[in-house]
C-alpha cells in the first residue's frame, strides 16, 4: 500500500462547479499536511497547509480527518486557471520529510 | 526574492556519460532535498540534507546516484554512468525545518528535465 494514496482522476467540471478530492495516507503518527499544485512541465507549488480544525482560503478548504487518516481539498466555483493537478503532501514521520501523493488532475472546462 | 535555483533547465546525455545537477537553496533554509519525477512513479524522494548532512538516503535508486552538499548554499546530485531510465525531471527542493522536526512546507526550483539517450 502506498504511503499517500489519491485518485489521479483527470477530474472534468464545468467553470463554476465545486470539486473535492480526497488524500488517504497509512501513517497515523503524520504530523504535517499539505496541498501543493502541480502546472503541466512546472514545478510544484504550495497551495495551502492543512490543519487539524481545517481551513479556508478563498475559495479553496481543506479539511483533516485523523480518525480515518485523509485530507480533502474543495475547490468552490472554479475557474479554468484552477486546471491542474493537485498534490496530496504528508510527513510520515518525526521529522521534516514530506511524501507526495501520485496528484489528481483537475480540469476546468468554458 | 530567490527561490531554489537549480541548473541545468535541460540535459540531455547519451548513456554511460556523468551527469551532474546544482542546486541553491534559498538562503536560511537548513533543510534541503533531491526528488525525480516521472509519469509511472510520480515524485520520489532521493535524499535529504539537514544542515548539509544526508539524513536518509533510502531513496537513492542505486549506487550510480550521490549527492552532496558542501555548504549550505549549494548541493549537486551526480548520476554516473547515466542510463536511459534515468531519464525524468530532478526537482531540489529547500525548507526551514523547524525545531522538533514537524514537517515544513516545501519551495522547489524549476527542475532540471533528464533526457539519456
Known amino acids: 500500500r502506498k504511503e499517500v494514496e489519491q485518485d489521479p482522476g483527470p477530474f472534468n467540471v464545468p467553470e463554476g462547479a465545486t470539486v473535492a478530492f480526497n488524500c488517504t495516507y497509512s501513517?497515523?503518527?503524520?504530523?504535517?499536511f499539505f496541498w501543493y499544485r502541480q502546472d503541466c512541465r512546472k514545478e510544484p507549488k504550495l497551495l495551502m497547509s492543512?490543519?487539524?480544525s481545517g481551513n479556508e482560503d478563498g475559495r479553496f478548504t481543506a479539511q483533516l480527518n485523523r480518525a480515518s487518516q485523509y485530507i480533502s481539498l474543495l475547490i468552490r466555483d472554479s475557474k479554468l486557471s484552477d486546471s491542474a493537478t493537485y498534490l496530496c503532501?504528508?510527513?510520515?514521520?518525526?521529522?521534516?520529510?514530506?511524501?507526495f501523493g501520485g496528484g489528481t488532475r483537475l480540469m476546468v472546462k468554458p | 526574492d530567490a527561490g531554489v535555483i537549480q541548473s541545468p533547465r535541460h540535459e540531455v546525455t547519451e548513456m554511460g556519460q556523468e551527469v551532474t545537477l546544482r542546486c541553491k537553496p534559498i538562503?536560511?533554509?537548513?533543510?534541503l532535498f533531491w526528488y525525480r519525477q516521472t509519469m509511472m512513479r510520480g515524485l520520489e524522494l532521493l535524499i535529504y540534507?539537514?544542515?548539509?548532512?544526508?539524513?536518509?538516503d533510502s531513496g537513492m535508486p542505486e549506487d550510480r546516484f550521490s549527492a552532496k552538499m558542501p555548504n549550505a548554499s549549494f548541493s549537486t546530485l551526480k548520476i554516473q554512468p547515466s542510463e536511459p531510465r534515468d531519464s525524468a525531471v530532478y526537482f531540489c527542493?529547500?525548507?526551514?525545518?523547524?525545531?522538533?522536526?514537524?514537517?515544513?512546507?516545501?519551495?522547489f526550483g524549476n527542475g532540471t528535465r533528464l533526457t539519456v539517450t
Open positions: 527542493a529547500s525548507s526551514l525545518a523547524r525545531q522538533g522536526g514537524v514537517g515544513s512546507p516545501l519551495h
Open positions: 501513517n497515523s503518527a503524520s504530523q504535517s
Open positions: 492543512v490543519y487539524s
Open positions: 503532501v504528508v510527513n510520515y514521520n518525526a521529522g521534516n520529510m514530506l511524501t
Open positions: 538562503s536560511g533554509h537548513n533543510s
Open positions: 540534507f539537514n544542515n548539509n548532512v544526508p539524513i536518509d
